[in-house]
C-alpha cells in the first residue's frame, strides 16, 4: 500500500548520491577541492540511512545504483578529500612538483630540486578502488596488504620529515575516505 514511499525514498538516495559523485568530479577536477565537504555530509547520511533502513531493503535495481555512485565517489572524491585533509593538517606549504609531487631541495647547494612522490593522485585512486573491493568482499586483510605495498615502493623517498608527514597523513586519510564510502554497503 505505501510501496511508493520506499521507492521515492530509495529515488531520493540514489539522487543524492549521484549530486555527490558530480560534486566529487568538480572538486577533483577543477580543483575546488572544498567542494567534498558537502559530499562527506552525504557520505554520513547514507551511512545513518543504512543503520537504520538498510540499503539491501531496496530494490535491487536501487542497490546496484547506490553501490555503483558509492564506489565512484570513494575512488573520485578520495584525492579531494586527502587535499583538504592535508591542507587542514598544515601540508600543503609544501612546493609542489609538475607531477603533482612535492620538490625537496638536494643535500648541497648546487644540486637541483627534485620532485619526490609523484603520481600521488594515480596511486590514490587505486588504493582506494583496491580498499573498496576488498572490503566488498569481506577480505579486510587486503587493505594491510595495500598499505605495505604503498609503504615499499615509496620507502626511498621518505628522506625528509614533510614526505614521511604527507604520506602519512594522506595514505590514512585515503584509508578512511575509502573506508567511509563502503561502510553503507557493509552495515545495510
Known sequence: MWWWVSVFGWVFVTLL?????????IASRRGRHWFVAPVAAIVLVIIGIAIVRGIHTAHPM???????????????????????VLELAGSDKDEL???????VTGKTAKEPAREILRGGATIGHLERLLIIGAALIGQFAAVAVVVAVKGLGRFNEL??????????????????????CVAPLIIG
Open 62 to 84: 536501487f542497490t546496484m545504483a547506490i553501490t555503483v555512485l558509492l564506489i565512484g565517489i570513494g575512488v573520485v572524491g578520495g584525492s579531494p578529500a586527502v587535499i583538504t
Open 159 to 180: 628522506e625528509t620529515a614533510a614526505a614521511r608527514e604527507r604520506f602519512i597523513i594522506g595514505t590514512l586519510a585515503s584509508i578512511v575516505w575509502a573506508g567511509a
Open 17 to 25: 548520491l549521484g549530486g555527490g559523485l558530480a560534486l566529487a568530479i
Open 97 to 103: 612538483g609538475e607531477h603533482g609531487g612535492i620538490l
